[in-house]
T-cell receptor
Framework: QKEVEQNSGPLSVPEGAIASLNCTYS??????FFWYRQYSGKSPELIMS????GDKEDGRFTAQLNKASQYVSLLIRDSQPSDSATYLCAVYTGGFKTIFGAGTRLFVKA | EAQVTQNPRYLITVTGKKLTVTCSQNMNHEYMSWYRQDPGLGLRQIYYSMNVEVTDKGDVPEGYKVSRKEKRNFPLILESPSPNQTSLYFC???????????FGSGTRLTVV
């Protein structure tokens, strides 16, 4: 069974700090990796995608991928209260399927 | 505006009464998928479609049917709903299977 694991949290950080969200996956041949943000009562929204080892930055967000360790992370710099949400890690494993982790709840305290 | 439109947003029904949740996208995406979201279990894939008339099972297909007669539409059918199908359902689309999804706004289904 292919799996994507995330710490459910909640992760609580003060405003202005760096929030670090982590995800591990079981299938070594996974090809594409995504982070979604889901506000309470809303649908998931794609915020980052990463396909190769290393870092990818987009504004305050940085995605990091280490395929050897089967590990992907999301860093949120200068965290704001509006970043409080559940963050979903998703992995495209091939075979037309994307598997989601259960999500990490993030609280940013003002 | 590029979007995935799901209807209805909320639905309460009784066990065994057939229902359809509609999904339509206006982005000309090839790939569409249905997920259900349950507390602690995350998003689990029900069915997906790679193109018109091409569909396949995801991880939790039991009790569900889909069809893809037109590129933009991908309805989810529950022929005989049961209480264990009470969940939050999301339709999603992407240009291809390996890309990031655009999600619909969700359908909260309660089967009593």
């Amino acid at each position: 069974q292919k799996e994507v694991e995330q710490n459910s949290g909640p992760l609580s950080v003060p405003e202005g700090a760096i929030a670090s969200l982590n995800c591990t996956y079981s299938d070594r041949v996974s090809q594409s990796f995504f982070w979604y943000r889901q506000y309470s009562g809303k649908s998931p929204e794609l915020i980052m995608s990463i396909y190769s080892n290393g870092d990818k930055e987009d504004g305050r967000f940085t995605a990091q991928l280490n395929k050897a360790s089967q590990y992907v992370s999301l860093l949120i710099r200068d965290s704001q209260p509006s970043d409080s949400a559940t963050y979903l890690c998703a992995v495209y494993t091939g075979g037309f399927k994307t598997i989601f982790g259960a999500g990490t709840r993030l609280f940013v305290k003002a | 505006e590029a979007q995935v439109t799901q209807n209805p947003r909320y639905l309460i029904t009784v066990t065994g009464k057939k229902l359809t949740v509609t999904c339509s996208q206006n982005m000309n995406h090839e790939y569409m998928s249905w997920y259900r979201q349950d507390p602690g279990l995350g998003l689990r894939q029900i069915y997906y479609s790679m193109n018109v008339e091409v569909t396949d099972k995801g991880d939790v297909p039991e009790g569900y049917k889909v069809s893809r007669k037109e590129k933009r539409n991908f309805p989810l059918i529950l022929e005989s709903p049961s209480p264990n199908q009470t969940s939050l359902y999301f339709c999603a689309s992407s240009p291809g299977a390996s890309g990031g999804y655009t999600f619909g706004s969700g359908t909260r289904l309660t089967v009593v």
